[in-house]
């Protein structure tokens, strides 16, 4: 499996954010984005996901269609704040199709099986990123597009989340992060975005 970006391209209004990007990675490696604020890499993450459609080029993978073999992680936790952890983990697992682990597995995964039943308003900020990272488990995707995933864990938790970064992509999986911070795995590749025009 191999993912290939052609000379992307996005605008924001009559604003281009970015121009001429173009990657490609195979299974088993993994890219960070870095680059100052304001520079483009929350945008590319969201074309990449599909959901802002490249002003040129084109982002394809082979045998198949990205948006159904990935997962995105955005900024935002994506959980409903009054159901229970359990209840939001059952719903992105409806919404991806299923055929991962279980809620309390992917709980187990991040180290929060104790939260099952906890609504997600009552978990700490940090409790709250590690139930999103969990959502990868809840249903197998070989594609990981993560914005900023470690945003508000803790040194332990980071190390966590780099052993899972490093099993996915032994295992065959395909990382592609959006991060102001290392995430601590060896040998990925790195896109760098240049300071934004004013
Ligand atoms: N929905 C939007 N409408 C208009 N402009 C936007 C929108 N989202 C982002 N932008 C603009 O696009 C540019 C790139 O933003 P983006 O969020 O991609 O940067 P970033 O590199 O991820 O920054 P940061 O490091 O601060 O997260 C910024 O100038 C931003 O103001």
Same mark, same amino acid.
């Given at each position: 499996?191999?993912?290939?970006?052609?000379?992307?391209?996005?605008?924001?209004?009559?604003?281009?954010?970015?121009?001429?990007?173009?990657?490609?990675?195979?299974?088993?490696?993994?890219?960070?984005?870095?680059?100052?604020?304001?520079?483009?890499?929350?945008?590319?993450?969201?074309?990449?996901? &599909?959901?802002? /459609?490249?002003? #040129?080029?084109?982002?394809?993978?082979? $045998?198949?269609? %990205?948006?159904?073999?990935?997962?995105? *992680?955005?900024?935002?936790?994506?959980?409903?704040?009054?159901?229970?952890?359990?209840?939001?983990?059952?719903?992105?697992?409806?919404?991806?199709?299923?055929? &991962?682990?279980? /809620?309390?597995? #992917?709980?187990?995964?991040?180290?929060? $099986?104790?939260? %099952?039943?906890?609504?997600?308003?009552? *978990?700490?900020?940090?409790?709250?990123?590690?139930?999103?990272?969990?959502?990868?488990?809840?249903?197998?995707?070989?594609?990981?597009?993560?914005?900023?995933?470690?945003?508000?864990?803790?040194?332990?938790?980071?190390?966590?989340?780099?052993?899972?970064?490093?099993?996915?992509?032994?295992?065959?999986?395909?990382?592609?992060?959006?991060?102001?911070?290392?995430?601590?795995?060896?040998?990925?590749?790195?896109?760098?975005?240049?300071?934004?025009?004013?």
């Amino acid at each position: 499996m191999q993912l290939i970006a052609e000379n992307l391209a996005a605008d924001r209004g009559d604003t281009r954010i970015f121009e001429g990007v173009s990657f490609s990675l195979r299974a088993g490696e993994g890219m960070t984005i870095t680059g100052p604020n304001g520079a483009g890499k929350s945008t590319l993450m969201r074309v990449l996901a &599909g959901f802002l /459609p490249p002003s #040129a080029g084109s982002v394809k993978i082979s $045998g198949g269609h %990205l948006a159904e073999h990935s997962h995105y *992680l955005g900024p935002n936790n994506g959980m409903k704040p009054n159901l229970s952890v359990k209840e939001n983990l059952r719903f992105w697992q409806d919404y991806y199709g299923g055929g &991962g682990r279980t /809620p309390l597995e #992917a709980l187990e995964e991040v180290g929060l $099986g104790h939260v %099952l039943d906890v609504p997600f308003s009552d *978990l700490s900020t940090g409790q709250k990123r590690r139930v999103a990272i969990a959502r990868l488990f809840v249903s197998p995707r070989y594609i990981w597009l993560l914005d900023e995933p470690t945003t508000g864990l803790d040194n332990s938790s980071e190390h966590m989340f780099t052993r899972l970064i490093v099993r996915h992509l032994r295992t065959g999986g395909l990382v592609i992060a959006a991060t102001h911070l290392s995430l601590g795995v060896d040998a990925m590749k790195n896109l760098r975005f240049a300071e934004p025009n004013k």
